[in-house]
Nanobody, 130 residues
Framework: QVQLVESGGGSVQAGGSLRLSCAVSDDRFSTLCMGWFRQAPGKEREGVAAIYNGGDRISYADSVKGRFTISQDNAKNTLYLQMNALKSEDTAMYYC???????????????????????WGQGTQVTVSS
């Protein structure tokens, strides 16, 4: 069974940095597309970044472009999100998600129809104080 476990969240002042990690417990990791999502209190979950085939294609939400970097280490079966120049509006629970098929990657990569995404982590909280 596939398990995704996030870590690295915490509290930081505005302008600071954090690096989130998502450990994947599945040997198919090298063929996955993966993504980061976040949900702030009272708001809908939104896509933040996505990565296909280890970096062949990478997407970012406009709100994080130039500040966040998604990457993955196939040897460690781990997905990362480097977050720099953090703002108070980045405060949210952050989740990673995985896709194993073209259909799953459509949802993970476009951030649409998120209810169709099967594999989610439990989330890690990021709090940015101004």
């Amino acid at each position: 069974q596939v398990q995704l476990v996030e870590s690295g969240g915490g509290s930081v002042q505005a302008g600071g940095s954090l690096r989130l990690s998502c450990a994947v417990s599945d040997d198919r990791f090298s063929t996955l597309c993966m993504g980061w999502f976040r949900q702030a209190p009272g708001k809908e979950r939104e896509g933040v970044a996505a990565i296909y085939n280890g970096g062949d294609r990478i997407s970012y939400a406009d709100s994080v472009k130039g500040r966040f970097t998604i990457s993955q280490d196939n040897a460690k079966n781990t997905l990362y999100l480097q977050m720099n120049a953090l703002k108070s509006e980045d405060t949210a629970m952050y989740y990673c998600a995985a896709g194993f098929t073209d259909a799953e990657c459509l949802y993970v990569g476009t951030w649409e129809n998120q209810n169709e995404i099967i594999y989610w982590g439990q989330g890690t909280q990021v709090t940015v104080s101004s």
